[in-house]
C-alpha cells in the first residue's frame, strides 16, 4: 500500500541504490582486467582474486588473523553476553540500569577511542598486542549485539512457560534450561552471528590492538590502499562481503527452519 | 462434608502485599471430584489464590492441604498439580507429544511407555494422530486441549484451570465448556477452575466460591448463589437483579411485608431460620425474570402490585428486556420470554408488576 505510491517508491529506489552502490562498484573493479580502479566494460578477469590468494600478506590476513580472531572473539562474546543478558533481565539486581549500561558502553564510545585506551592499557601493564589483546578487543565490541539480540528476546518468553514446567516437575534450573534455553537458541545464533560480522569487519580496534604478526583484513586493505592500490584489494573486499553475506544467509535459512515459517 | 471426601483445603490463607493489595483469610474446601469455580471481578484475589495453590505465590499466613497433608511447605515443581492457563504456555520448540509427554519424559518413564501414554491422552482430548504437530500449526481449540492432555496425563490428584477458556471466541468457548465438563466428569477430576465469567462458572460448577476484593462472599452450587445471594455484591455480579430499599413492616407466617420509599408494599418469603424485625432497614432484591407485567386495571386495588410504565422494551429475539419506571424507585428491569402474551402485555404503557413473593431475598442493609 505506502511503497504503491510513485514518491515513495522513487525514494526506495534512491536509498537501496546509495545502499548498494558502493558495494557493487567494489565488486564491479574486482573483476577488472586492468590495474585500473574502474568498472570492467568487456573482458571479465579473475585476476586479482588470484593475486590475492597468492599474496601471503592478504592470505595470512584472512585465514590466520581475521576468521581465527572473529570466531574466538564471537564465542566468547556469546558465551558472555547470553549469560549478561539472563542476569541483566531475570537476576534480581539493584543497580540493573547501571550494569546494563556499562555492558553498552562499547556501542557508544568510537571505537577508535577504545582501541587507543586498550592499547594505553596493554602498554602500561607491560602486555605486547598480539592475538590475544585482538580477540578481547573484538569480544568487548561483539558483547552489546549479543545482549540486546537476547535480552530481547527473553524479555519476550512468557513466563507463564516456566511455571507450566514447574508444574509439570521441573526445579526452576530445569525450567529455565528446558523451556528458556531452546527458545532463545535462534537468538543466541544471531547475536554469535553479529558479533562475528563486528568483529570480521572492525578497523578502528584493531589498528591499536592488532600486533605487528596480527594484521588483520581490513587492516592489510587499509594500508594497500596507500602503498600500491591494485584492484586486489577490491577482490580482498569481495572475499570478505561473499563470508559475510554467506553467513546471514546461513542464518536465515536456519532460523526460518526454527521458526517454522 | 465428611473429612475423607476433602481434597483440598485452604485454612486462613492471606496474602498481604507491599502496598494495599491484600487477598484473605481464604477459607475453602473443595470435595474429591469437585468442580470447584472461584469467581469474581480482576483484581478479586482469585489469581492470587490459585497462584498460592499452585505454588508460584507463597501465602503470608495460613495453610493448604491436599488430601491432608500440608501442601504450602512444597516448592510449586513437587506439588505434583495440574496447571492450565489461559493462554495455553505450550512449549513451542516442542511437537504436541513432546509437550504432552514432557512431565513423563522427566520422570525418566522409558520412551515406550510415554509413548502410548500420550496417544492415550491425546485420544482422551479428541486429538488422537496430532502428535507430530508443532503447537504453532493448531487452533487456540486445538492448542487448548493440548495444554490440558500435558496436565492429565500425570493424573494430578488437582487440575488447577486459569481463565482457560477466555482467550477462545464465543462458539467454540460454549464447546469447550461442554468438553471440559464432561471430560472432568468421566475422570472424576477434582478441578479448581478460576473465571470471570459468570456464564461459564454456573453452567460448569458443582459449586462456586464468589470472591470481591479478596476476601470470599458466598460458597454454594449455582443455584444457591444465583436464586439465594448472600451479599448485595453476589446479586449483582451474577445476572442482573434489582436491588431495592425497604423497611419491614411486618412478619406473619414467615411472610414479610416490606415497604418501598414511596409507600408500596412488597411482599417476600424468608426462608426458614432467618430472624428480622419489624422496623429492620433491609434490601429486597428480584431477578428480572420474577417480575410479571400485566395491563393496568384500575379495577384491581391489590396494595403488593406496583404501578408503573414502560421506559425502553428491547427484543432479543427470544427474551424481551423491559425498562420499568415505578414512581420513587430507580428503574426496574424485567425480563421474558418473547410469547405472545408477553407482547400484548407490553403494548399499553400503563402497567402493573407483580412480584411473587418466594422470589424476593431479603438482605440487611
Redesign the interface.
Known sequence: MYGRHPVLRLLIVCVLAFLLAPILVVIGVSFNPTSAFRIPIGAVSMRWYARFFATPTFRDALFLVSLPVALAASALATVIGSLAAIGLVRARIAARGAFESVFMLPLLIPSILLGAAMYLVSVSLGFRTNFLTLVLGHMLLGIPYVIRVVGSALVAI?P??E??????????V??FL??VV??L?SSILSGATFAFIVSFSDINLALFVAGPETTTLPIQIYSQIFWEGDPTIAAASTVQIIIVGTLILLMQKIFKIRV?L | MLAQDIALELKSVTKIYKGSVTVGPIDLAVRQGEFFSLLGPSGCGKSTTLRCIAGFETPTSGSILLGGERLDAKPAHRRDLGLVFQNHALFPHLTVAGNVGFGLALRKVGAGEITRRVARTLELVGLAGCGARMPSQLSGGQQQRVALARSLILEPPLLLLDEPLSSLDLKLRQQMRDELRGLQRTLGQTTVFVTHDQTEALAMSDRIAVLSNGRIEQVGTPREIYGAPATRFVANFIGESNTLAATVEGIRDEVATLRLPAGQLLRARLPAGTTRRVGEAVWAIVRPENLTIQPAENSQDDPTRLAGTLDTVSYLGEDIHVRLRVPGLDPLLASMKATRRAEVALAVPKIEIGIDACAVVVLAR
Open positions: 512468557d507463564r512457560l511455571e507450566a514446567a514447574r508444574s509439570l516437575g521441573c526445579t526452576p530445569q525450567a528446558r523451556v531452546p527458545n537458541r517454522g
